[in-house]
């Protein structure tokens, strides 16, 4: 499958816990973008990278949540002492031009 | 920033009849309009897209109209299935180099043979 990939695809935490989840994109795609997606709602764009490069990030972005793409190939986001409202689907895609092809996503719940 | 408000939030039709589906936005330096289409449990799904130096782009039974004068964009479906019925997302492109995907909340089309 060369699609774009993430793990894990659904993760259950306490409140409080902190939470990682990753993503492969598609190999040779220079762009890589993170959204959140709640039920009912559209997705939410949070960060987006150019090769290694955290080009753009969300006013909405919590310092609690941070991104890395270390080689310019896969990306981890990171969710630091997670809260009830962190749960949610949260969606990564990859891009070379203006297309951004989507991940299954990971589906977070926060307890 | 950006804003797109996306009209109706549901949309129930019968099995051959058109669908439309009607998104607004607010900046006007957007330049690049996709729309998605997301299946329950599955990833979004781009369908169609268009960009600002076009004013239609046709595919088949859906086709997506621009204006950008009056900043809004409509996702056509003709001839619908029930293999259509899905959540269908429109999104706009607030940068130059097409980076960030600003979402409406969704249409919820239900097709009925």
């Known amino acids: 499958d060369t699609g774009v990939s993430q793990d894990p695809r659904h993760k259950i935490t306490k409140r409080g816990q902190n939470v990682t989840f990753r993503c492969d994109p598609i190999?040779?795609?220079?762009?890589l973008y993170w959204y959140r997606q709640t039920l009912g709602q559209g997705p939410e764009f949070l960060t987006y990278?150019?090769?290694?490069?955290?080009?753009?990030k969300s006013r909405l972005l919590s310092d609690r949540f941070s991104a890395e793409r270390p080689k310019g190939s896969f990306s981890t986001l990171e969710i630091q002492r997670t809260e009830q409202g962190d749960s949610a689907m949260y969606l990564c895609?990859?891009?070379?031009?203006?297309?951004?092809?989507f991940g299954p996503g990971t589906r977070l719940t926060v307890l | 920033g950006e804003n797109v408000e996306q009209h109706p939030s549901t949309l129930s039709v019968q099995e051959g009849d058109s669908a439309v589906i009607k998104c607004t936005y607010s900046?006007?330096?957007?330049?690049?309009f996709p729309w998605y289409k997301q299946e329950l449990g599955k990833r979004p799904q781009l369908i169609i897209d268009?960009?600002?130096?076009?004013g239609e782009k046709k595919d088949q039974r859906i086709a997506v109209t621009l204006n950008k004068t009056a900043k809004h964009f409509s996702l056509h479906i003709t001839e619908t299935q029930p293999e259509d019925s899905a959540v269908y997302f429109c999104?706009?492109?607030?940068?130059?180099?097409?980076?960030?995907?600003?979402f409406g909340k969704g249409t919820t089309l239900s097709v009925s043979s």
């Open positions: 268009i960009r600002s130096n076009v």
């Open positions: 990278f150019q090769n290694e490069a955290q080009l753009e």
């Open positions: 900046d006007s330096a957007s330049n690049y």
């Open positions: 190999s040779e795609h220079n762009r």
């Open positions: 895609a990859s891009s070379w031009g203006d297309e951004q092809f």
């Open positions: 999104a706009a492109s607030p940068n130059q180099a097409g980076t960030a995907l600003i």
